[in-house]
């Protein structure tokens, strides 16, 4: 049985998670308000709070519940609202529980395999979504969460290496990216026996340099349901980031872009800005204070605290900031709504249809 029902998205796009703080209960309310899947990152969603470094699990928890209930509120039923969770934060487990408890329709789980998600209290309630990088980790979830709970995603998230934040995919293959639509073949082609034992669809999401209608109508002729987009919804006026992170966004060329490395152990794709540089030469920043928030991160050995990193550009601060956005960053013409950006994504999705041969 799935806990997915696709007609609950009139606009089959996901605003893919953002951390730190970037894709908070405005935006994933307004996405979810227009028809869509807005999505809250659990990744420090309490940054703000006043004992954030003090007592961070507390201060995470108290927030995300309050951003669900605005992102529900906001959508007053329309769409659907889920949480992104990472496998590699601590207190991950924890975190989905109240989550769901907040009344999430939806989990979406990467930056590792969600082996254990199904098993986490609540579960049973909402649709789970892995996020892979190909077909064979979507295999491996597939027979893990057959085995041990025997249940099946109920959609998937292919993430290419064109995507923003981290990426799991090696330098190499960041640089050299597969096209889209082959990982999602790939995947789709994974699903296929499981959605035949299970008489189950398990509809596929793709991201990673989505940008508008018609890359979402290519991505459904490679057998995706929709895609999942996040970079471009960070140019909107309800996105929980500063307006100088929007406007970085808005100036930043394909040029600007960089790969980077990360304490979660996997490269990212950020923005070339002043923190990068320092890094380069440098080598180490320290960490003068730690919220042991992220399992492979060891505070003595880290190159830099990406926790503050992160905190620091969803505030605004250039200097110091690390601005993850997708490759595709260089095609933002400037600021909209979501709901604008809702409708063009919407009228270029179905003209693309339209016109297919
Ligand atoms: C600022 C930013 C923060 C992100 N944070 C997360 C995160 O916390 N967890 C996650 O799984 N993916 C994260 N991502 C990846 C997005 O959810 C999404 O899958 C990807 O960026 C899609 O590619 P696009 O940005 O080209 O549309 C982040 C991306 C960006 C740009």
Redesign the pocket.
């Known amino acids: 049985m799935s806990r997915f029902d696709l007609s609950r998205l009139p606009v089959p796009v996901i605003q ?5 703080g ?2 908070l209960g405005n935006l994933a309310g307004h996405v979810a308000g227009c028809g869509g899947m807005g ?1 809250i ?3 420090n969603p309490g940054y703000a709070e006043p004992d954030f470094w003090q007592d961070p699990g507390a201060a995470n928890l108290r927030a995300l519940t309050a951003q669900i209930r605005k992102a529900k509120e906001i959508a007053g039923g329309m769409g659907m609202v889920a949480i ?1 969770a ?1 496998v590699a934060t601590t207190r991950y487990a924890e975190t989905v529980a109240a989550a769901i408890a907040a009344g999430v329709d939806a989990v ?4 590792g395999l969600p082996l254990e998600l199904p098993g986490i209290p609540g579960a049973d309630r909402v649709a789970l979504a892995p ?1 892979v990088s190909g077909g064979k980790a979507a295999n491996t979830i597939c027979k893990l969460w057959h085995r041990r709970f025997s249940r099946m995603p109920d959609f998937v ?1 292919v ?1 290419g290496p ?5 990426l799991g995919f090696s330098r190499e293959e960041a640089e050299h990216p597969r096209p889209l639509e082959e990982l999602v073949g790939e995947v789709c082609a994974a699903l296929e026996p499981w959605r035949a034992r299970y008489g189950q669809e398990i509809p596929v999401f793709a ?5 508008d209608g018609a890359d979402i109508a290519r991505m459904q002729a490679a057998g995706a349901a929709g895609a ?5 919804f ?1 140019a909107t006026e309800e996105c929980d ?1 500063a307006p100088a992170y929007k406007q970085r966004m808005v100036e930043a060329k394909a040029e600007d872009v960089r790969i980077v490395k990360s304490p979660v152990g996997m490269p990212g ?1 950020a923005l070339y800005s002043p923190l990068i540089r320092r890094l380069e030469t440098e080598g180490r920043i320290p960490p003068t204070r730690c919220a042991n928030c992220l399992v492979p991160c060891d505070p003595a050995a880290t190159p830099y605290c990406i926790t503050r990193a ?1 905190i620091e ?1 969803v505030k605004g601060n250039w200097e110091e900031g690390l ?7 260089g095609r933002i013409q400037g600021i909209t709504t979501v709901k604008t950006l809702m409708q063009q994504l919407t009228t270029e999705w179905q003209t693309a249809r339209r016109s297919k041969p």
């Open positions: 893919g998670g953002m951390g730190v970037v894709s999505v990152s659990t990744a992104n990472m979406i789980s990467g930056a996020i998230v993430e064109l995507a923003g934040g981290h991201a990673g340099g989505v940008f999942q987009i996040a970079t471009r960070i980031a794709r992160l550009a601005f993850f956005c997708g490759a595709n960053v």
